[in-house]
């Protein structure tokens, strides 16, 4: 048997999984990176609109810092976040900005003095500082105070990826490309590495590490109408899934964006409508301001996307032979800005559509983007089951989004976690309590359980199509575990997933090669993919109150008496086809920002009986501390800053807030 | 056919008042039936010592918006298990996807079957390593690239304080690397090049656009003596013939020819030093 070893294994060559391995290497560790396609195509190419990080240099973000950002994302999250898992990633962020600035970002750039720029539909001068001339430029996004989103043109994550990777290869990071992970090797205590399929030859290889970490991306298409790439199948949770030890968070938070162009469901940014792009309707009404008067556009995607299928539920979307949709239009942003500033969304429209943004609305609707829940870890990344596994990124349930993710928040937390995840697992490889000892029987048992599995889709005479089920189980999600959820729809969800998943199990293949097989991994994926749906749905059922991009019809409020906590999923045996739920409860007495109405969105939910108190406590220590710092402060309702890796707990400057000594910056 | 009986199109029956955007004109015989495209694969396996290169052709309704992506994946599900090939974002973005369609390379995810004569051949990138059928390895490839012209940005400070505001930089600067950022290594230009046919060293364009990225960033340390040693030879920048197939086919318009002239001036000037 063929056996790789290496210290850090990390199964996913996307943004966090290469910062991850960055970091884990520049500590001394070997480090092998498993990518299913080459590291530069991973869909971290795909973000367009931008990173949140609160540097404060525009003047439309003079004031911004960590509490704004920190306070935003909670919100955002509908009070799912971990908080203090929050607060660490709020103070990295910056940092990540700035690491990405010098390894080559071609971030844009603050220019000084006079421009003309849209704001809820008018044209507005703003004057940027001399001051800040040069210096990484922000824009608007959905769900913040300021303008925070630190952005490439709108090729942000493809920006980033390429300077990440050009790293990697810098430090002679070993990427085995085409290369899949099918199963984790584990005694159900540790976890030892993985089991890995040559997507060319076919071989099954066993790859031992200390450490190993899930940095696979999300499971975008378990839906039918998705922006995401087609490699984003949720395997990487399903891998942690099937060990049976490890768990799932939060599967049901599902985030819908909502302007996927229609209907093909590629993503045009959340950058158009924070540059100033309207949404409207058949009648051609920016629709809106009808909803939410305050943040109109630019309330969260959960809040858009369910106002815009509202519209059109009421009959105001626009006609076409593949279903409603409604319109973007940002031909108001003037054709300079479309093409310098929103190319990729113009030559999208170009090849897609075959429409010109600069005098043509975008067909748009809300389609599947984000995978809030993942691999549920601690704040260091490592499962909080299963020893010696980590997981980072979109794949990971670490948790700063909760139930809904911020636009600007994903690739800022893919290389956050990849920084802070990556001094963590070195700290873990450091240890040499964690030096791995694992017969080679284990090994050979895993292998052999792998290759039976592979040989029964080749050889066995199971009748059933990978394809068509794993089309049946697209279409049950898109249109029963969607933007709005009722219980009924929910249950035939999960009887029909059930009966997909038991008939997944007599898959049979036309196509009997051993090498490259695209059907037989059709077949092998399908069925991870269905317990990955079934966690997903089975969640939702169970889930009887609405929290952020969990919509529930018949449960309409946020219950925080009885539901202020993480659903955690795991499956516990191979002849289940439910998975166990179990639930995780958040402390509001520990929380720094208590829970309450975001800003947008419902106003009514159920208070926590702690609720009350914990306001109260806040209030207090703010009244108390009144002359104190905003560190002094914030380090009285919650500290965290012990939480993180020492290198990374300075401060941050910024233009209003310099840091003025050496003993400041180590505080 | 001979039936000439004109069925109208499907938007303007339902009467609906539609923009252009929704008017999906049919490109076909003007009886308002759906086409019937012929897909021709250039299909071959290396890993099957059985298989031999030949042409495979695949009949195939064309649908309202139909990209290669979609026919290719309907071709792989409903008549061809075994057809290899690669897609990931299906968005024009990744580069993934590049294979030679009706003779030119160019992206499969954005291109319309309806901008295609009803006969349309596909084939993999030449130059790469074959995996099978339109799968080519330009993954392999590229990252050898990186290595040779050492494609990864030089810092001249390998430890940047991060707590500190961040260099500054022109914005027309930024927005000048971003514009040769902008690469997805799809391989198109290298498979449209003359001088890789005849050298199988040549850096191609693709590497030759690195360099000048590189160059044009003042966070990297480099001179152009530095670049000289890495492209100043045929295989580099001098290989080039100037027949800029690479410029021509590049899905994302990077301006390839004016870099590479560019960059030979200097790399001539370093020469003569």
Redesign the interface.
């Known amino acids: 048997m063929k056996i790789v070893y290496t210290d850090v294994l990390v199964i996913g060559g996307g943004l966090a999984g290469l910062r991850l391995g960055i970091g884990a290497r520049r500590r001394g560790h070997d480090v092998v990176i498993l990518s299913l396609?080459?590291?530069?195509?991973?869909?971290s190419?795909?973000a367009q609109g931008g990173m949140q990080a609160s540097?404060a240099n525009m003047i439309k973000g003079q004031g911004d810092n960590e509490d704004l950002h920190f306070e935003d994302t909670v919100r955002g999250s509908d009070w799912g976040a971990d908080q203090e898992v929050a607060r660490m990633f709020v103070n990295t962020a910056?940092?990540a900005?700035?690491?990405l600035?010098?390894?080559?970002v071609?971030?844009?750039?603050?220019?000084k003095g006079d421009r003309e720029v849209i704001i809820n539909g008018q044209k507005v001068t703003i004057t940027e500082r001399d001051e800040a001339?040069?210096?990484?430029?922000q824009r608007d996004f959905g769900g913040t105070k300021k303008w925070r989103a630190c952005y490439?043109?709108d090729?942000t994550g493809?920006?980033m990826l390429?300077?990440m990777s050009?790293?990697a290869?810098?430090d002679a990071i070993p990427?085995h490309?085409?290369v899949e992970a099918i199963a984790l090797i584990h005694d159900a205590a540790r976890c030892y590495g993985a089991i890995v399929r040559d997507l060319?030859?076919g071989a099954l290889i066993a790859y031992l590490a200390k450490a190993t970490a899930i940095a696979s991306g999300g499971a975008g298409r378990l839906y039918r109408v998705t922006t995401n790439?087609?490699?984003c199948e949720g395997i990487g949770s399903a891998l942690a899934l099937e060990t049976g030890v490890a768990t799932l968070g939060n599967m049901e938070a599902i985030q819908f964006h909502p302007t996927g162009i229609f209907?093909?469901g590629?993503?045009v940014t959340e950058g158009c409508r924070g540059d100033g792009g309207l949404l409207k309707d058949v009648d051609g009404h920016r629709f809106m301001p009808d909803y939410e008067p305050e943040k109109k556009e630019l309330a969260s995607r959960d809040v858009v996307s369910r106002r815009m299928e509202t519209h059109i539920v009421k009959g105001k979307g626009?006609?076409?032979?593949?279903g409603d949709h409604l319109w973007l239009d940002i031909t108001l942003l003037g054709e300079k800005h479309i093409r310098?500033n929103l190319r990729?969304v113009n030559?999208?429209c170009h090849?897609?559509?075959?429409?010109d943004p600069v005098k043509?609305?975008i067909?748009v609707r809300p389609a599947q983007h984000y995978t809030m829940g993942g691999v549920r870890t601690g704040y260091t990344g490592e499962s909080s089951t299963l020893k010696g596994l980590f997981a980072a990124g979109e794949a990971a349930c670490w948790d700063i989004h909760g139930f809904n993710r911020l636009g600007g928040n994903s690739v800022a937390e893919t290389v956050v976690a990849g920084m802070i995840v990556g001094e963590f697992i070195s700290d873990f490889c450091d240890n040499s309590e964690n030096d791995v000892d694992i017969p080679t029987r284990v090994v050979h048992d895993f292998l052999r359980r792998e290759q039976m599995a592979i040989d029964g889709l080749l050889e066995g005479r199971g009748t059933e199509d990978g394809?068509a089920i794993k089309a049946r189980m697209q279409e049950i999600m898109t249109s029963k575990v969607g933007i709005f959820r009722t219980g009924a729809e929910l249950e035939s969800a999960v009887a029909e997933l059930q009966d997909l998943l038991r008939r997944s199990r007599s898959i049979g293949?036309?196509?009997k090669?051993r090498?490259?097989?695209?059907?037989l991994v059709t077949g092998y994926r399908t069925q991870k993919m269905l317990k990955v749906a079934l966690c997903v749905a089975y969640g939702a059922l169970t889930r009887t109150e609405s929290r952020g991009a969990h919509f529930r019809e018949d449960f309409a409020r946020r219950d925080d008496a009885r539901w202020l906590k993480r659903t955690l999923a795991s499956w516990k045996s191979e002849k289940d086809t439910l998975p166990s739920l179990a639930y995780e409860t958040l402390d509001v007495g520990k929380m720094e920002l208590p829970p309450g109405w975001r800003g947008y969105g419902a106003k009514d939910y159920v208070d926590h009986p702690d609720t009350a108190k914990r306001l109260a406590e806040v209030q207090a220590i703010r009244q108390r501390m009144a002359d104190a710092s905003r560190f002094e402060v914030q380090q009285a309702l919650m500290p965290y800053r012990h939480l993180l890796p020492e290198r990374?707990r300075?401060?941050?400057?910024?233009?209003d807030e310099p840091?003025r000594s050496e003993a400041e910056?180590a505080a | 056919m001979n039936d000439l009986t004109l069925k109208p199109d499907a938007a303007v029956q339902n009467g609906a008042v539609v923009k252009p955007v929704t008017v999906h004109r049919r490109t076909g015989n003007g009886n308002g039936l759906p086409r019937q495209l012929a897909i021709s694969i250039l299909r071959y396996n290396p890993q099957d010592a059985a298989s031999v290169p030949h042409l495979q052709t695949y009949g195939i309704e064309e649908a309202d918006g139909m990209t290669l992506f979609i026919a290719l994946n309907e071709i792989r599900e409903k008549q061809d298990a075994s057809l290899q090939f690669d897609f990931v974002c299906r968005a024009g973005i990744c580069g993934s996807c590049a294979m030679v369609v009706n003779g030119r390379p160019t992206l499969a995810c954005r291109t319309l079957t309806k901008n295609l004569p009803a006969e349309i051949t596909l084939a993999p990138l030449p130059f790469f390593e074959l995996i099978g059928d339109l799968s080519v390895n330009t993954g392999k490839w590229m990252r050898g690239m990186s290595e040779r012209v050492r494609g990864w940005l030089h810092l001249k400070d390998p430890n940047p304080d991060l707590s500190r505001i961040e260099e500054r930089m022109d914005p027309d600067l930024a927005e000048k690397i971003y514009e040769l950022d902008r690469c997805i290594e799809c391989g198109c230009c290298v498979a449209a090049c003359g001088t890789a046919r005849m050298r199988e060293d040549f850096v191609g364009a693709v590497a030759l656009n690195r360099v000048a990225r590189f160059r044009l960033d003042p966070r990297d340390r480099r001179t152009d003596a530095d670049y000289y040693e890495l492209i100043g030879d045929d295989d580099g920048i001098f290989g080039c013939m100037s027949l800029l197939g690479c410029h021509d086919v590049c899905p994302k318009d990077l301006p390839l020819g004016t870099q590479i002239a560019f960059l030979r001036r200097r790399m001539v000037r370093m020469g003569f030093r």
Request: proline share 8%; charged share 20%.
């Open positions: 396609v080459p590291p530069k195509r991973s869909h190419a795909a540097l910056p940092k900005v700035r690491e600035a010098a390894w080559g071609p971030w844009s750039r603050v220019r001339h040069g210096l990484v430029a490439v043109s090729g493809h920006a390429q300077a050009d790293q290869i810098g990427v490309e085409r060319v030859t790439a087609v490699i209907p093909a590629i993503l626009v006609k076409s032979r593949f310098h990729e030559e999208i090849y897609f559509l075959g429409i043509d609305w067909p394809s293949l036309k196509c090669a090498g490259a097989n695209p059907e990374l300075g401060r941050n400057e910024r233009i840091l910056i």
